[in-house]
């Protein structure tokens, strides 16, 4: 069952990543004439990649084999993997990881590093603690951690809670109860986090009078796109899955729909829903449409095994690495697929 919801998860956020990729940054109505539907991967000759969301849930899952548990190992881990990956030149880093990752080659010790930004990058990696980790404050622990490394804003800590007690809770429940699972977040986020908590109960109130995760953003004024403001993407995330708790290819969907930083609410929509579904609930044609080298799907199913058997109590589990060669030649190309994807749009239909 864990197997099955980390691997869920790691590739549920890969194919989300992958789908709302090419629609990043594009409002909704634009996006329907440049793009179309988000039915099939749009970002390179009908196959899809990954970006910064999914390497940072990956990021965290090694973190997690070599921790077994301990806090200060795990965020020791982490922050060596953020050093290097920042070193890798990768497109599209977020403001506050960036600068948290230069700290951290200026000597920075890890829990001094963040920025103080709202941003969602502690949310989208947040999925991983859900479905890999049963004991509710050893995963607020963990939780905070990795927020903290990056965005000292305890906003972004309690937006990335909220994912990951979300995620928790789909591996965990065949039937989502939405009040209890917002108990348990108002129980983590306390009275500072207030805020966020009357968002998500709109949320839930807006799923229940079955309006579309679209008008629910339009209602919170982001009709021209969600933001990566984690006060903005984490309830409209929780709209989607919540709207389709166990159909992963409606939630993702309607995800990319709203448009704005779709690649970041579609990856931690995907990872919620992909817990709890697992990779067969996961449309295969998507899986195998993502086009990666050296963080392939197949490397990705191994490492999730890697982190269940390790979170079992296994002895000895070997982490699966990546070559830093193999990631600075795929970021290259990466990085020109991208920039295509920006001349593109200064091109009609407008």
């Not at 970002?43 to 390497?55: L, N």
């Not at 859900?130 to 509710?136: E, F, L, R, S, Y």
């Amino acid at each position: 069952m864990t197997c099955d919801a980390i691997v869920g998860c790691l590739l549920g956020t890969a194919v989300g990543d992958a789908l709302g990729l090419p629609y990043e940054g594009v409002s909704p109505q634009r996006a329907e004439r440049l793009l179309g539907p988000a039915d099939r991967y749009r970002f390179f000759f009908r196959r899809g990649m990954i970006s910064d969301d999914t390497e940072h849930m990956c990021m965290v899952a090694q973190s997690l084999i070599k921790a077994r548990g301990d806090v200060n190992v795990f965020t020791n881990r982490f922050a060596s993997r953020l050093r290097w990956w920042i070193l890798a030149l990768p497109a599209g880093v977020g403001k506050a990881t960036a600068r948290a990752g230069v700290k951290l080659w200026l000597g920075a010790k890890p829990e001094n590093a963040g920025v103080f930004s709202a941003g969602n990058g502690p949310a989208m990696r947040a999925a991983i603690f859900g479905a890999a980790i049963v004991d509710v404050p050893s995963l607020l622990k963990m939780v905070r951690a990795s927020s903290r490394l990056t965005h000292s804003d305890p906003k972004a800590e309690y937006g990335a809670i909220a994912v990951a007690l979300a995620a928790k809770h789909s591996r965990q429940h065949p039937t989502i109860n939405a009040n209890q699972w917002l108990d348990q977040v108002v129980d983590a986020v306390g009275e500072a986090g207030t805020e966020l908590v009357e968002l998500l109960r709109k949320a839930i109130e807006s799923v229940g009078e079955r309006e579309s995760t679209n008008t629910f953003a339009d209602s919170l004024g982001l009709g021209n796109g969600v933001t990566g403001y984690t006060y903005h993407t984490v309830p409209v995330a929780i709209h989607a899955w919540l709207s389709h708790p166990k159909d992963f290819r409606q939630a993702v969907t309607e995800m990319i729909r709203c448009g704005g930083d779709a690649d970041t609410t579609a990856a931690i929509v995907g990872g919620i829903v992909g817990a709890g579904v697992g990779r067969e609930g996961i449309p295969a044609e998507w899986i195998h449409g993502i086009c990666e080298w050296p963080r392939s799907t197949a490397w990705m199913e191994r490492l999730g095994d890697s982190l269940a058997r390790s979170v079992a109590g296994e002895a000895s589990v070997e982490t699966p690495t990546i070559n830093p060669i193999a990631v600075l030649l795929r970021n290259s190309f990466f990085l020109i697929v991208v920039l295509f994807h920006g001349f593109r749009r200064l091109a009609p239909p407008y």
